[in-house]
């Protein structure tokens, strides 16, 4: 049975976007579409998160700090990057200051493309996730 | 008596974490129709331990786990004592302990949102600390009344014995009191100064923020561990010789749960001093003028 899949909690960390994808995840938790009926938690704790969800793309300021907190998540976690520009950069993708997509640091498993990405998008995004986060828990050998 | 006791303890260790996380689930429903929400599943809590078991534990040190086994332990032992109708005062003291157990695996992290989650935790048993003292004084006082007898008792088992009519009769104040800190025991808003249930975060997750994994589910049971007993301490309120009160202590404990989970989602977090100020007089003008105008009639 899955073990993971009822209780998703999130960490969410803005990178270097415009700050669309921000707004849009913080929709995710409004009456509207109520991402809390499927038992995610927006946490900000990375030590209570299994889903980390990345809006924005990395550059040289924010890369040491999405490593540590990708580092403070206890296993099994997944990397979930929202919008087209922790995807790949998006439109700042040439700027000089950029890095690149959340790709480029860390392990990334569900793209979520968009701009900004839909609520609907993330939800399905954070699914995605859920079954990856189960997947990894099982190739874990189920308990530690 | 003596099977009574014994019963009393292991109905409480067995079914107090079922009936403690149906109720942490019913308020996260209530408190998303509250707010305009479906909200989880009832059963949520559960899935969140089952969870969090499955999941890594990150220690910071062998400390941290020590004291926070220390607190669950003294959790489950204080509401093992009350369910099996001891003295109440000690019932208060192992509390005490307990929490201080959950300061100290706090403070061991030595990570700075954790301590200061610590640091208000201790504001917040400064705050508490001297109405659950005067709850059990307002017992002993009013079952000289209640009991016909004119001596009192700090005993669990004769106050529900020996009491002819429900304690809350004489002891309107210190029930009022008692409710206005159940809202810090809860962890509930206004006076969820050091860790929050909800998903507007107060210094991450203040006193929790270190804790992970099987960890973080071992304090979860252990507060609905909490909860089942300071419900039950509601309950003693209530409960008399008589048969129907019974229904009447669940009514009442069902009206005390539902009114903190409406304080909490129509109030907003308040600074310590306010915390610490207003508990403090409630405890003065209810607390100690009702034990007061009991002890000038006896």
């Not at chain 2, 809350?168 to 809860?186: C, E, N, Q």
């Not at chain 2, 589910?217 to 209530?238: C, D, M, R, T």
Request: hydrophobic share 50%.
């Amino acid at each position: 049975m899955a073990k993971l899949a009822k209780s998703p909690w999130l960490i969410h960390y803005d990178g270097s976007s415009c700050n669309g994808c921000d707004i849009e995840v913080l929709a995710c938790l409004t009456p509207v579409y109520d991402v809390e009926r499927f038992g995610v938690i927006n946490t900000g704790d990375p030590k209570h998160a299994d889903i980390f969800l990345i809006t924005g793309g990395i550059n040289s300021q924010n890369k040491a700090v999405v490593e540590q907190i990708y580092s403070q998540m206890p296993d099994p976690k997944v990397v979930c990057a929202v919008g087209i520009c922790a995807c790949n950069g998006g439109v700042f993708k040439d700027c000089y200051n950029i890095i690149g997509g959340v790709d480029k640091v860390l392990p990334v498993d569900v793209y979520v493309p968009g701009c900004a990405a839909r609520p609907d998008a993330i939800i399905d995004g954070v699914i995605k996730a859920v079954g990856i986060l189960e997947e990894k828990r099982k190739k874990k050998g189920g308990k530690h | 008596m003596m099977l009574k006791t014994i019963l009393g303890m292991v109905l409480y260790i067995v079914f107090a974490p079922f009936v403690g996380g149906l109720l942490a689930g019913l308020d996260r429903k209530i408190t998303a129709r509250m707010q305009g929400r479906i909200g989880p599943p009832i059963l949520q809590p559960f899935y969140d331990v089952r969870k969090l078991i499955n999941k890594d534990i990150l220690l910071i040190n062998n400390m941290q786990y020590l004291f926070a086994w220390c607190f669950v332990i003294f959790v489950v032992f204080t509401g093992a004592l009350f369910y099996g109708g001891f003295n109440i005062l000690l019932v208060f003291f192992v509390l005490t302990t307990a929490a201080m157990f959950f300061v100290l695996e706090a403070t061991t992290t030595n990570s700075p949102y954790s301590v200061m989650g610590a640091n208000r935790e201790m504001i917040q048993m400064l705050s508490y600390e001297p109405m659950v003292l005067l709850t059990a004084v307002g017992f002993y006082v009013a079952t000289a009344f209640t009991t016909g007898t004119g001596a009192g008792t700090f005993s669990v088992a004769s106050i529900i014995s020996e009491s002819n009519i429900p304690n809350i009769v004489v002891l309107p104040g210190v029930f009022f009191g008692f409710a206005f800190i159940l809202t810090i025991k809860f962890r509930k808003s206004p006076f969820d100064l050091s860790m929050s249930h909800h998903a507007h975060q107060e210094m991450v997750k203040g006193i929790t923020t270190e804790l992970s994994g099987g960890m973080m589910a071992l304090i979860e049971v252990s507060h609905w561990y909490e909860n089942v007993f300071l419900l039950g301490v509601v309950a003693l309120f209530v409960l008399c010789n008589k048969w129907w009160s019974i229904p009447l202590a669940i009514l009442v404990c069902a009206i005390t749960y539902f009114v903190e989970i409406l304080v909490d989602n129509t109030s907003a977090r308040v600074k310590w001093e306010n915390m610490f100020k207003h508990s403090w007089i409630i405890t003065l003008i209810f607390g100690v003028v009702n034990i007061f105008i009991l002890q000038m009639l006896s």
